[in-house]
């Protein structure tokens, strides 16, 4: 099912209105900037605080109307347990309840443990690099370049459990 919004089940509501730094693309992990701009989450596999850009619906804008650099944008900090309608990186493959962290350019990708490193390794490196869980599955990985690309390129949105 498509969903038109980005908050699709919310227990809370935490919206804060920031200045974006560059273009911003509702449905992306966010990042702070330390001038208290927001951009695309930009650091892949790390520690990343869950806030989510959400469609402009004060201007009338829905979820493919990207916010431009030095805009307001509407951001939505989730709870766990909320579901955001978040943009999965093309080339990826999960399925229901995989985890889901960064892929440093606002969107999500399957988290896979580093091989050879432990749990407790990882654990104490980046404790908060998973942002959720896949609620749906969806298979990008056969991206052939040759279905339409439509305004996230060929990446696609995914509903996403907070975790």
């Given at each position: 099912m498509a969903y038109?919004?980005?908050k699709v089940k919310k227990?809370?509501?935490?919206?804060?209105?920031?200045?974006?730094?560059?273009a911003v693309t509702p449905g992306m992990l966010l990042i702070i900037e330390s001038t208290g701009k927001v951009?695309?989450?930009?650091?892949?596999?790390?520690d990343a605080f869950p806030i989510f850009a959400l469609e402009d619906e004060l201007q009338g804008k829905g979820i493919d109307d990207a916010y431009a650099?030095?805009?307001?944008?509407?951001?939505?900090?989730?709870?766990?347990?909320?579901?955001v309608n978040a943009i999965l990186a093309d080339g990826e493959?999960?399925?229901?309840?995989?985890?889901?962290?960064s892929d440093g350019y606002g969107r999500l990708k399957k988290h896979v443990t580093d091989v050879g490193a432990s749990a407790a390794e990882l654990v104490s490196v980046y404790p908060d690099q998973i942002v959720g869980?896949?609620?749906?599955?969806?298979?990008?990985s056969g991206s052939s370049g040759e279905e339409?690309?439509?305004?996230?390129?060929?990446?696609?949105?995914?509903?996403?459990r907070i975790a």
């Open positions: 038109n919004t980005i227990y809370s509501d935490v919206i804060e209105e920031m200045v974006a730094s560059a951009k695309a989450h930009n650091q892949a596999d790390k650099a030095n805009d307001p944008v509407q951001c939505w900090i989730p709870y766990r347990g909320d579901i493959n999960v399925n229901i309840g995989d985890p889901l962290t869980y896949a609620a749906e599955a969806l298979n990008l339409t690309s439509g305004p996230l390129g060929y990446h696609k949105r995914l509903l996403v």
